[in-house]
């Protein structure tokens, strides 16, 4: 018995929490996830990021158009053109006119407006030359 008396005056006092800093520690928790979220890039940010896309992706696809434009990662590389690739090159360009148009432009500025319509342009521009092959 007298050994139990002992080893109980041995241990360390165990900290008591108390309800407050418990109702702390859950209110910095709870705080933590009503953070607001990461603000949406804005249409110019959309647009740009679309734009870079595009033109580092045709260009990884088609080597020549690389070496147009004076990227030099490609170099060496030529395209080699089938029914599978232009097909996949059709669903690419159909894809960014989809991103495209879900970048909103009510309230855009005027530059974000042309960007868009140069965009599209330039996306048109490639989708006919796809259905022009398709109807040969």
């Keep these: 018995m007298r050994f139990s008396v002992l080893a109980a005056k041995r ?3 165990v900290p008591e929490h108390s309800a407050s800093s418990l109702r702390v520690l859950l209110l910095l928790v709870l705080s933590s996830y009503a953070l607001p979220a990461a603000p949406q890039p804005s249409t110019t940010e959309r647009l740009q990021t679309l734009a870079r896309s595009m033109t ?3 260009a990884k696809a088609h080597p ?3 070496t147009f434009l004076g990227l030099s990662d490609e170099d060496g590389r030529l395209d080699t053109p089938s029914q599978a690739e232009n097909a996949r090159d059709l669903a690419t360009i159909r894809g960014w006119e989809r991103e495209l148009a879900a970048i ?3 309230g855009a500025s005027l530059v974000d407006v042309d960007d868009a319509k140069l965009i599209r342009a ?3 521009g490639y989708e006919r030359q796809y ?5 040969l």
């Design 56 to 58: 580092f992706a045709w």
């Design 122 to 124: 330039q996306l048109t």
């Design 64 to 66: 020549l158009v690389a």
């Design 131 to 135: 259905l022009v092959l398709q109807a």
């Design 11 to 13: 241990r360390p006092p």
């Design 104 to 106: 909103p432009l009510h």
